[in-house]
């Protein structure tokens, strides 16, 4: 394929242990080679720069999702499971599941949570804290970024307390499945079928509480807005994609106050500023680094020609740091910065539906942990786990002094 | 105390929410088409069939129209627009002096008539009340749903978009008046069924009958919309209005070539936004006072009739002043 051939070519596996450990190196590398970049690993062209990342994104008639968001071409082979009908389907599919999350997970939509979730923030924060003075050790990870969107989410949608912890290990695997079929997805996938199972089976209408989100789209099927069938896999969707994403954001934020000390003093001085911060960290760390498109036809970006049926990885990450777009301070978590356009959440038509939820739900917690904590810095390295798509953590050990 | 800032204008773009006229065709007597795209040849926002788009004309009317082009071409817009005999200056000013390559104000496209999934539609449409349904025809069979069409106008020379409904041979029925009369409804409705959605779009008296013949199927089963164009006070935003931050105290003139959201980070004071076309719903602020004019694609006709919040990302002013909890 000449027209592959054509564009730089960099040899680097995305996918590799070491850059998933620490990608930046590689996404500097991929920005610098040109708008659009061959991957030889799995000859495919990539882009890493914002401009072409941002004009993927938006252009769903000629980058389409529903041959998947990841490395299998639905085209050819068979997903793993029932695609999604919001992530792994073009218009006119598309439209009216969208439409329906995107009403129920709206601002306005999301008021009557406000206050519910910034009590469970400041109590949990408290548990956390305890009535401790001086200085804290927490390992912010299972402490806080994973305990919180546990608390609060799936008692949102709806779903019951028991079974919970499958919520994560789904999602991971979820999450690996869209890379190569490397040694994650191996040693995801002997749970993989006993996790779907019970995701699948959480979607359904007598599972679901009265006045959660999974209940809402029930009522939407009633109203013949969706058709009944397609109202589990559109809470599946919440499930999937509603608590790695944000457990991981609210990982990269705290990091980022841990590794940044002025920001948290800025923060505490002026707390109106939590809500910019969680898309700052977004911006900064990417907790979604990559998705796939397919070609729907022959079509040029950045000077390069995409065969129809070929697949393209956009480096989310990568165009979320590149300078082209953000200036020289690009790899600074800085509050002073306006994060609006990053391409964290994606753009366009499939643009994180519950990106209103995650702002939320970190808003909650930042304020309460705000009040509390004077200082933030870390007590260790922190330790990454690996995913194929997720900038992810392990483990955040920070030290806390109490204000 | 307030200060006044003069913000920069941005000069890179025009107004947010400005189309250019690229084309007006003739579609039948009384009914032209006008082909509108973005004047620096960009994206136009997403839409999907049902959509409607405010149009503010040059002589300041703002008129609502269906879009009723192709959704998979990005870059540009179509509407119809029927002559109304009683035209108070939209239509007639489309017309008569509206022409080619002209600037007009552009706001949403916001969806009240979405079309929604089924194994088999019946659409209905009287007159220019086909501008809606032809995306959801084109959808529909795109889908290789079950779909038929019962369309209606006074004769056949009125009524437009023929010649591309052609293509659909057997599923479209035209029924121009002088020739066969009233729609015969119960005969096209037949009886409910599980799984049959009814889009209709026509004037009044077209709906009343369709409620009529409908009154024993199950009513989301039946989605209607009246082409009567409610009227909306003339935008103005194309001139300066005055906004004030309250919580901040600061107090802008937003010009005619920048948005709200520019205006007001020309203040310091920073409000979140991400998609900058009023489709995400990042930024929503909450209007404390004046009366915003709303081009989002978020706010349904009610919500954008409370007046209580707007996206300052592409959403101006009525009046002279706004004032934002900011
Ligand atoms: S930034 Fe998306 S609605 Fe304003």
């Known amino acids: 394929m000449t027209t592959l051939l054509s564009a730089p070519t960099i040899d680097a596996d995305p996918f590799c242990d070491e850059v998933l450990a620490d990608p930046i190196p590689l996404q500097r590398a991929l920005r610098e080679a040109g708008p659009v970049v061959h991957l030889s690993t799995y000859d495919i062209l990539a882009f890493a720069r914002y401009e072409q990342v941002h004009a993927a994104l938006v252009d769903w008639q000629g980058f389409q999702s529903g041959a998947g968001v990841g490395l299998a071409n639905f085209r050819k082979e068979p997903p793993w499971r029932p695609p999604s009908l919001l992530l792994e389907a073009d218009p006119p599919r598309h439209d009216a599941p969208r439409r329906v999350l995107q009403k129920i997970l709206s601002p306005r939509a999301l008021r009557t949570l406000r206050e519910k979730w910034l009590a469970d923030a400041e109590a949990l924060v408290d548990e956390v804290l305890g009535d401790r003075s001086g200085t804290v050790e927490i390992d912010a990870v299972p402490e806080l970024t994973e305990s919180f969107p546990l608390r609060v989410f799936p008692d949102a949608v709806g779903i019951p307390a028991q079974g919970r912890e499958n919520l994560l290990p789904y999602g991971d695997h979820l999450f690996n499945s869209f890379g190569p079929h490397n040694h994650l997805i191996e040693a995801g996938e002997p749970r993989a079928g006993e996790l779907l199972a019970w995701t699948t089976a959480q979607c359904r209408r007598e599972v679901l509480a009265a006045g959660g989100f999974g209940a809402d789209i029930w009522a939407a099927a009633d109203r013949g807005d969706i058709l009944p069938e397609q109202a589990p896999l559109i809470v599946r969707s919440l499930l999937s994609a509603g608590v790695d994403t944000t457990v991981h954001g609210l990982s990269a934020l705290l990091h980022a106050f841990a590794t940044h000390p002025g920001q948290w003093a800025r923060l505490r001085a002026d707390p109106a500023l939590a809500r910019v911060a969680f898309d700052e960290a977004v911006r900064w760390e990417s907790p979604v680094q990559v998705f796939f498109r397919t070609a729907t036809r022959d079509i040029e970006i950045g000077g390069r020609t995409v065969p129809d049926g070929h697949k393209i990885l956009m480096f989310l990450g990568a165009a979320n740091r590149d300078e082209r777009r953000w200036g020289a301070g690009a790899d600074r978590f800085d509050l002073g910065r306006d994060p609006s356009g990053h391409v964290g959440f994606g753009m366009g038509i499939h643009q994180c539906v519950g990106q209103h939820v995650a702002r939320l739900e970190a808003e909650a917690l930042l304020t309460a942990l705000a009040r509390r904590v004077e200082h933030l810095e870390p007590a260790a390295p922190p330790r990454r786990h690996l995913n194929n798509t997720l900038r992810s953590w392990e483990s955040l050990p920070l030290r806390a002094r109490i204000a | ?326």
């Open chain 2, 1 to 326: 105390m307030t200060e006044v800032v003069h913000a920069k204008q941005s000069r890179e773009r025009a107004n947010a929410g400005t189309a250019r006229v690229a084309a007006i065709h003739t579609e039948a007597d009384g009914v032209v088409s006008l082909v509108l795209t973005d004047p620096a040849g960009g994206r136009l926002p997403d839409w999907a069939p049902g959509a409607h788009i405010d149009l503010v004309l040059p002589n300041g009317c703002t008129r609502q129209y269906s879009l009723c082009g192709d959704r998979w071409d990005a870059r540009s817009y179509r509407v119809g627009v029927l002559r109304e005999p009683a035209s108070r200056g939209g239509s007639a000013y489309v017309h008569e002096t509206l022409r080619e390559g002209e600037l007009v104000g552009l706001g949403g496209p916001r969806n009240n008539f979405p079309l929604v999934p089924a194994r088999r539609y019946l659409f209905v449409a009287g007159g220019i009340g086909i501008t809606p349904l032809l995306p959801m025809i084109a959808q529909a069979d795109l889908l290789e749903a079950d779909w038929s069409l019962l369309y209606g106008g006074r004769t056949r020379k009125s009524m437009a978009f023929l010649d591309e409904l052609a293509r659909y041979g057997e599923r479209v029925r035209i029924a121009p008046q002088d020739e066969v009369g009233l729609l015969d409804l119960p005969r096209f409705l037949g009886e409910p069924r599980e799984d049959t959605k009814v889009y209709a779009c026509g004037p009044g008296p077209l709906l009343d009958a369709i409620a009529v013949t409908t009154s024993g199927w199950p009513r989301q089963a039946v989605r209607t919309e009246r082409f009567t164009a409610r009227d909306r006070a003339a935008g103005v935003r194309d001139t300066s209005f005055e906004l004030t931050l309250a919580r901040s105290g600061r107090t802008v003139v937003v010009g005619p070539d920048q948005t709200v959201l520019e205006a007001v980070a020309s203040t310091g004071v920073d409000v979140l936004s991400s998609c900058r076309q009023g489709t995400c719903g990042t930024c929503e602020t909450t209007v404390l006072a004046g009366r915003p004019d709303h081009r989002d694609s978020i706010l349904d006709d009610d919500e954008q009739q409370a007046g209580d919040c707007m996206f300052p990302c592409v959403s101006r002013a009525l009046g002279d002043r706004l004032v934002l909890d900011l």
